[in-house]
C-alpha cells in the first residue's frame, strides 16, 4: 500500500479474494461457445484463444518466480544480497490481478470492435515491424516520462511508492501496482496494438508477440540476478541503448532517482538519468557466479533438510505457489485451489522429472534470523518412498551425501526434518555419525534433540534436581532432554 494512498489504488475485485478469477468465467465459456457452434471458416480464433492465452501468461510468470527463487536461495549472480521481508510476500501475492485486468479488456474490446478487425491472420511481417518501432518510439518515450511524474512526491507517496516498497524485487514485483497505474500502463502498452489495427496490418503473431516481449522484460527486469551475458554487448555494443540487464533495473530500485527508462537505456543516456554505476554492478552481479558464490555458500550456519511429501508438495516450497507456500499442506483441497486438481497431470510428470534431474538434495529456500544465515535443502523423494524397505538405503545415502556436503562447506548445524530423522531408516542420525567416526565438525540433530535443547537451555543454570513427569521411557523427547540434564550433572527423578 502507498503511503498515501489515492484514488483506485485497490482492484475492484479485491472482496472477491481467491475467488477473483470467476470474473473471466462468462467471458471465457461464451467464447468457447461460440467457437465450437460456428462453421469452420467463421471461427473467431482470435477470440477463443484469448482465455488461454491468459493461462500462458500467468504460467510463464510462475516459471520466472520459480527460477528465481531457486538462484536466490542458491545465491547465483545475486545482484541485492539481502533476505525478502514477510510483508512483501504478503504485498506481491496478487501478482496476477494485471493478468485478470487485461483478459477483461480483451474481451470487452473483443465485443466492440467490428468483425472484420477481429479476424486476424496468423502472421504478418510489415504489422510486426511496425509494432517494434512504435514501441521504440512513442512507448519508450511517453512511459520514460510518466516515470519521472511517479516520482514526484505528490504522486510518488500516493501510488508509485507502492511497488517501490521492494527493495529486494522478485520477478512479480514488476505488475504490483496500485489499479489507477496498471491503467495507464495498459494504455501505454496498447499504442502499438491499436496501431496496427487501425491501419490493418495486426496478426495474432504481433499481438502475442508483444505482450509476452513485455512480459518477459518485466520479469527479467526484477529477477535480482544477473545472467545477461557479457559477450553480447561486445559483439553488439549498440545493444546497451536498447536493451536493459537485471542490474541495471534493479539500481533504480535501490537508487530511485536513476535509471527510470522501460526496458531500453536510451532515454536515461539522452536525459542525463543514468546511473553511473550501472556497468559496474552489472559486471559484479556476472562475477558472482565463479569464486564469490562460493564464499557465500560457505557462510551459511544452519541448513535443515527436509523431503517432499506428495507430488503435490512440490507447490508448496517457497519456488513453487505463494498462495500455498504460506500455508500448511493439506492432503484435500479447498474449492479455491480447484486448479491443482486439473494440474495432476501436469503434477506427475514434473514430479517424476524431479526424482530423476535432481539425483541429489536442492536448496529450496535462503533465510537470515539475526546474523544467523539458514538454508532448507530438499531430498527429492516422497513418502511413498520412504516407506518402502527396499529404497532406504538409496534414501540414507541422500541424506549422508547432504550431510558431507553441508560439512564440506562449514555449515554448523544440520537439522534432520520429517522422515529424515526415522528410527527404522536411519536411527534419528546416528548411523551417520557411525559411518563416519571422528570426521564430522557438523552438529547432526533432528526435531527430538531441537526441542530437548530448548528445554535444558531454558532451565536456571543453578539447577540441581529436575523432576520429570509423564510416560517417560516411551517419549523421545522427554528421554532427550533426562540424558542431557545427567551429562550436565543435574540429578533426574521420575514420575
Known amino acids: 500500500m502507498a503511503s498515501k494512498p489515492g484514488i483506485l489504488t485497490e482492484w475492484p475485485w479485491k472482496p472477491l479474494g481467491s475467488y477473483k478469477h470467476v470474473v473471466l468465467a462468462p467471458w471465457a465459456m461464451h467464447s468457447i461457445y461460440c467457437f465450437i457452434g460456428s462453421r469452420k471458416s467463421e471461427r473467431d480464433y482470435a477470440y477463443f484463444l484469448i482465455f488461454p ?138 499504442i502499438p496494438l491499436v496501431t496496427t ?78 546511473d553511473r554505476s550501472s556497468d559496474s554492478v552489472y559486471e559484479k552481479s556476472l562475477k558472482r557466479s565463479g569464486e564469490e558464490e562460493e564464499e557465500s555458500a560457505d557462510d551459511v550456519d544452519v541448513v535443515h533438510l527436509t523431503h517432499l511429501t506428495t507430488p503435490e508438495s512440490i507447490y508448496h516450497l517457497r519456488i513453487g505457489f505463494a498462495s500455498l507456500a504460506s500455508k500448511p499442506h493439506r492432503y484435500t483441497y479447498t474449492l479455491s485451489q480447484w486448479y491443482l486438481q486439473l494440474l495432476w497431470p501436469f503434477t506427475a510428470s514434473c514430479s517424476v522429472l524431479v526424482s530423476w534431474i535432481y539425483g541429489r538434495t536442492f536448496v529450496s529456500e535462503s533465510n537470515t534470523l539475526d546474523k544467523l544465515k539458514l538454508q532448507t535443502w530438499v531430498v527429492p523423494r516422497y513418502i511413498v518412498q520412504y516407506n518402502l ?71 536456571p543454570k543453578t539447577t540441581a534436581h529436575v523432576l520429570l513427569r509423564g510416560t517417560v521411557t516411551a517419549n523421545k523427547v522427554a528421554n532427550a532432554v533426562a540424558s542431557s540434564l545427567c551429562q550436565m550433572g543435574i540429578k533426574v527423578s521420575f514420575s
Open 389 to 459: 524397505p527396499w529404497r532406504r538405503e538409496a534414501i540414507n545415502s541422500l541424506i549422508e551425501e547432504a550431510i558431507l556436503e553441508a560439512d564440506a562447506k562449514g555449515v554448523k548445524v544440520i537439522s534432520l526434518g520429517l522422515l529424515n530423522q526415522g528410527e527404522e531408516l536411519n536411527r534419528n542420525g546416528e548411523i551417520y555419525l557411525e559411518r563416519q567416526p571422528n570426521k564430522l565438525k557438523i552438529k547432526v540433530v533432528d526435531g527430538s534433540s531441537l526441542a530437548a535443547a530448548v528445554v535444558v537451555n531454558s532451565l
Open 197 to 274: 489495427m487501425v491501419l490493418k496490418n495486426a496478426s495474432i503473431a504481433s499481438f502475442v508477440g508483444y505482450i509476452i516481449y513485455v512480459d518477459f522484460m518485466n520479469n527479467m527486469g526484477h529477477c535480482n540476478f544477473e545472467f545477461i551475458p557479457m559477450w553480447l554487448f561486445t559483439v553488439f555494443p549498440p545493444l546497451k541503448f536498447l536493451m536493459y540487464t537485471p542490474s541495471y533495473h534493479s539500481l533504480h530500485h535501490t537508487q530511485f532517482r536513476t535509471n527510470y527508462s522501460l526496458f531500453m537505456p536510451i532515454y536515461d543516456y539522452i536525459y542525463g538519468t543514468i
Open 53 to 190: 492465452f491468459l493461462l500462458l501468461r500467468m504460467l510463464h510468470d510462475q516459471i520466472w518466480i520459480s527460477l528465481s527463487r531457486y538462484r536466490t536461495a542458491k545465491r547465483n549472480n545475486r545482484i541485492v544480497d539481502k533476505a525478502i521481508e514477510f510483508d512483501q510476500v504478503d504485498r506481491e501475492r496478487n501478482w496476477d490481478d494485471q493478468i485478470v485486468f487485461n483478459g477483461l479488456i480483451f474481451y470487452i474490446v473483443r465485443m466492440l470492435i467490428p468483425p472484420s478487425y477481429s479476424n486476424l491472420r496468423f502472421w504478418r511481417s510489415d504489422g510486426v515491424i511496425l509494432t517494434i518501432l512504435v514501441h521504440m518510439g512513442p512507448v519508450e518515450f511517453l512511459y520514460y516520462w510518466f516515470h519521472r511524474a511517479l516520482h514526484h512526491h505528490y504522486l510518488y507517496s500516493r501510488y508509485h511508492s507502492h511497488h517501490h516498497s521492494s527493495v529486494v524485487t522478485e520477478p512479480i514485483t514488476s505488475v504490483i501496482h496500485p489499479f489507477a497505474e496498471h491503467i495507464v500502463y495498459f494504455l501505454l502498452f496498447a
